[in-house]
Structure formats: structure tokens, C-alpha cells
């Protein structure tokens, strides 16, 4: 492979922002999906994740589109994503990542992947980076203009009342809120020079764990659980991003809360550290595919206090995200924080987005 911009390459990222949508920018949906920068040189091509490693082994199917799609020697930045009942699934990117072969190329026929495109680093010999995103945007819609499925060209606007309606009715279909790009902005990698809106929610959820930090002698993470239908507390996140002094002083603060051995019979999350317990009930300490083998071990307490949370949405039953400390609840019961408190968007169809098969 020999491109004038040539991988790995960390993507350019987004900060958060609130207070109103900024003007004079080109805003587009935030996809929930896996960052990648494609290159493409001839037959080969390389899908390069955020972290720099390749995804290529894990989207065959997608690299066949992409050489049917793309002009021979490009560098594109886009999303992968997985589309199941006309919305996004982001559990169904996570599990093409797997050692197996044979299960990696049964999923890609079973639910095959496609890629949303947003940014043109580099075509022929050229290399674009330097460029105003805004001659980078006019060169990606000559490129990608008759795309189609799997590829596609993703929706932008500059007028703010269409992007606030695409805030509100875009979510209900799995995506993640909006991104807005200075015109003017060059390429730069691994730094946040544009801007994200996302969605906040709060939500109260039963204190039933901590895990220390990764230094010791302080809280890492809060374990967060709600309650089901059946009457069992589901773990769905944690909180985390405390000051030093703020993770200190959680130690002996929780410290009375501490499940003792008589406690840890009636703990619903007693049997974390049994597999089969964990397709009951979702626990925390699962083995994860994304852990490394990490210690997931955590410090047991009773179930009696009360945390409200800020999060953005959810995935599946759970918090899709680190959720965010806002205060202690000592007006609700343990009991009260079900998910029947959460607020569930409206269905939009992705059709209406992206022109699907």
C-alpha cells in the first residue's frame, strides 16, 4: 500500500458543547457505530479503528462493497455501523470482534455491516488534509453522491432548525446526536477540534458496588443497578470521572455500607463470580471481549442507597456510556429505581435517513 496519507492514522475528534446548536457550521448525525478511516489502494484496503489497530479482518463483507465503491486509491473517514429492524444496533458491532474466523464470516452474511462516510483525507496522489473541511466535503459528495448500499454518504445541513429536528427525531432511531464541523477546518488528527451535542438524560439508580481505582487505596467506578419486572437489580453502569480527593474520601464514606459476610448471601449480585449467573441477570465481573483479561472484581455493598446519574442513552438494558455522579438521592427507596423511569425516544426509521435497500 503506498497513499499519500498512509495509516495508522488517529481520526479528528469532537468535543462536547452545550447551550444551543452553533451556527455557521455543517452539522451532521452522530452515528453509533465503530470510527474508521478507510484506505484504499487498488484491491487492498485497510479499515483503521480509533485506536489505530485494524478492523479489516472483522468486515470482509464490507471490504468487497468498499472496492466496488470507492475510487481506486482514496483515504475516507467515516463509521462503521450495524443496521438490524431498520435502526442501529451497536451490540451487533461488538460482536464481530472475535478470534473465530468461521463466526466472524457467518455474521458478515447473516447481518452484513455498511459504512457511513464524512470525511476525504486523500484521493489519487493528493493528499487533502490540509484543505477547508468544506472543499473536503464537495470532493467526498463527488465521490459518494450515487453510493448505495452499504456505503453511504452521510446527511449534513447548515440550516440549525433542520439539525434541531434531526436532534430529537434521529435518536429514535439508534443514533447518537449531532456533530457540527467548523467550514474552515483542516484535518486534524486525534485532536478536538469540532464539536459534539449529544443527548443528557438523569436517572436513579440503587448503589450496589464500587470498584477501586487502578492505583489503589480509592474508588475507581460506582456500580449503578435498577430494578426489573421480575424484582431482580440489574447492573447497568457506573459512574465514574471523580477529583482524586473526591475518589478518596467515597473510600470511607461507603465504608458503613460495606457488605459483611452475613450480607452477602441476600447481595443480587452475589454469584458475579459464577458464569452461568451472568445469563440470568446482568451482573458486573463479566468476562468481557473488551477487558483483556483485567481484574473486574468488585467491593460488595448493601443495596441502600440512592445516586441520580446524567447519561446519554442506553444500549440494550444498560448505560451505553459511563454515566455521571450528580447527587446523592436520599428521598427515594432502593426499591422506587426501576427502569420504568427511563425516557424511551420515539421510533424513526432509518430508511428516512439513509437510502436503505
Not at 492514522?9 to 451532521?28: D, F, H, N, R
Not at 436517572?203 to 456500580?223: E, F, P, Q
Amino acid at each position: 500500500m503506498h497513499l499519500p496519507v498512509m495509516p495508522p492514522v488517529a481520526p479528528m475528534l469532537a468535543k462536547p458543547i452545550t447551550g444551543g446548536l452553533p451556527a455557521g457550521m455543517q452539522i451532521e448525525p452522530k452515528w453509533d457505530g465503530f470510527r474508521t478511516i478507510v484506505f484504499r489502494d487498488g484491491d487492498e484496503i485497510e479499515l483503521g479503528s480509533r485506536n489505530e489497530k485494524p478492523l479489516t479482518r472483522y468486515f470482509p463483507e464490507l471490504c468487497d462493497a468498499l472496492r466496488e465503491q470507492l475510487p481506486p486509491r482514496c483515504v475516507v473517514d467515516g463509521e462503521i455501523i450495524m443496521i438490524q429492524n431498520g435502526r442501529l444496533e451497536f451490540e451487533l458491532l461488538q460482536q464481530r470482534i472475535h478470534p473465530a474466523e468461521s463466526r466472524i464470516l457467518r455474521l458478515s452474511t447473516e447481518i452484513p455491516a455498511a459504512f457511513v462516510a464524512f470525511d476525504l483525507l486523500a484521493l489519487g496522489g493528493d493528499d487533502l488534509t490540509g484543505l477547508p473541511f468544506v472543499q473536503r466535503r464537495a470532493a467526498l459528495e463527488q465521490l459518494l453522491g450515487a453510493a448505495s448500499d452499504p456505503v453511504f454518504l452521510t446527511p449534513a445541513t447548515a440550516d440549525v432548525d433542520t439539525a434541531a429536528r434531526w436532534f430529537v427525531d434521529f435518536e429514535g432511531a439508534g443514533l447518537d446526536g449531532l456533530i457540527a464541523k467548523p467550514l474552515a477546518l483542516p484535518y486534524q488528527p486525534d485532536k478536538r477540534v469540532q464539536f459534539k451535542i449529544k443527548h443528557e438524560r438523569t436517572a436513579d439508580c440503587v448503589l450496589a458496588g464500587y470498584r477501586l481505582h487502578k492505583t489503589g487505596g480509592m474508588v475507581g467506578s460506582l456500580l449503578l443497578g435498577l430494578y426489573g419486572d421480575e424484582g431482580r437489580l440489574h447492573h447497568v453502569g457506573v459512574a465514574a470521572s471523580f477529583a482524586t480527593a473526591k475518589r478518596v474520601a467515597l473510600i470511607d464514606e461507603l465504608e458503613p455500607l460495606r457488605a459483611t459476610d452475613a450480607d452477602l448471601a441476600a447481595h443480587p449480585w452475589a454469584e458475579w463470580a459464577i458464569p452461568a449467573a451472568h445469563e440470568r441477570t446482568r451482573m458486573p465481573g463479566a468476562v468481557s471481549r473488551w477487558s483483556g483479561g483485567k481484574d473486574r472484581s468488585f467491593v460488595p455493598l448493601r443495596p441502600e442507597r440512592v445516586i441520580e446519574v446524567a447519561f446519554d442513552q442506553m444500549e440494550g438494558d444498560r448505560f451505553r456510556h459511563t454515566a455521571q455522579f450528580k447527587r446523592w438521592r436520599t428521598d427515594r427507596t432502593p426499591e422506587s429505581c426501576t427502569y420504568e423511569q427511563l425516557d424511551v425516544p420515539a421510533p424513526f426509521p432509518l430508511s428516512t435517513i439513509l437510502p436503505l435497500r
